[in-house]
């Protein structure tokens, strides 16, 4: 399994105001670029929160797009994911997937929804190495992780992450805003996941650059 973490932040690492406020941090030209970032991939996942704040697609929108769209994941132990949602509501045209920790919930399987279960960690939480065995046994190799923090922090704290796909745009939101990345629990620089970077390109006023694990 190949896993790549996108991250669309300000200049200062932030995803967010402090109320929340998101949208749009980057211009136009990066959102493009993401969306052609998830026709490479298999399988685009996000957290729960993600899921319920934004109510997202998660489909490549691309002027005269006609491949195949990637298969829908989110992190959702205790299977929140609204029936009524987007996600649940195009599950039987775009596969679709939640991670719990539980049975299957019967309105998200009669939406079509794939629940996969897998063993809890912490705070009833999926364990990421399990998780990423599963959506391989279903055929996903190459997975695009989109977050939030929590869900980028843990996909890094357990070693899983091979490239960033890192968005910057030109502003400064301080430190009361919500951070692309949580915590690592870092207490020696040399315990910090280390990357390379590949490539910087500009993107409209935003600056994209491209990691590989270091």
Do not use: N
């Amino acid at each position: 399994m190949a896993v790549t973490l996108k991250l669309a932040t300000s200049l200062d690492g932030r995803i967010a105001t402090a109320g929340g406020e998101s949208r749009w941090i980057t211009g136009a030209k990066a959102r493009e670029a993401v969306h052609c970032l998830r026709a490479e991939h298999d399988a685009v996942l996000v957290g729960i929160e993600t899921a319920l704040a934004d109510d997202p697609e998660l489909t490549v929108r691309l002027p005269g797009y006609a491949g195949a769209q990637p298969a829908r994941v989110v992190l959702d132990s205790r299977q929140r994911l609204p029936p009524d949602g987007k996600l649940a509501r195009t599950a039987r045209e775009i596969p679709t997937f939640v991670v719990a920790t539980g049975e299957p919930d019967a309105a998200l399987v009669a939406a079509g929804v794939r629940v996969l279960t897998v063993r809890a960690v912490g705070e009833d939480r999926p364990e990421l190495k399990t998780v990423v065995e599963s959506l391989a046994a279903e055929g996903l190799h190459r997975l695009f992780v989109e977050g939030g923090g929590q869900v980028a922090a843990s996909f890094l704290r357990c070693g899983l992450v091979d490239r960033l796909e890192w968005f910057r745009a030109p502003i400064l939101i301080g430190g009361e805003g919500r951070p692309g990345v949580g915590a690592l629990a870092v207490a020696a620089l040399a315990q910090a996941p280390h990357f390379r970077r590949t490539e910087t390109r500009e993107v409209g006023d935003d600056l994209w650059e491209r990691y590989a694990r270091g």
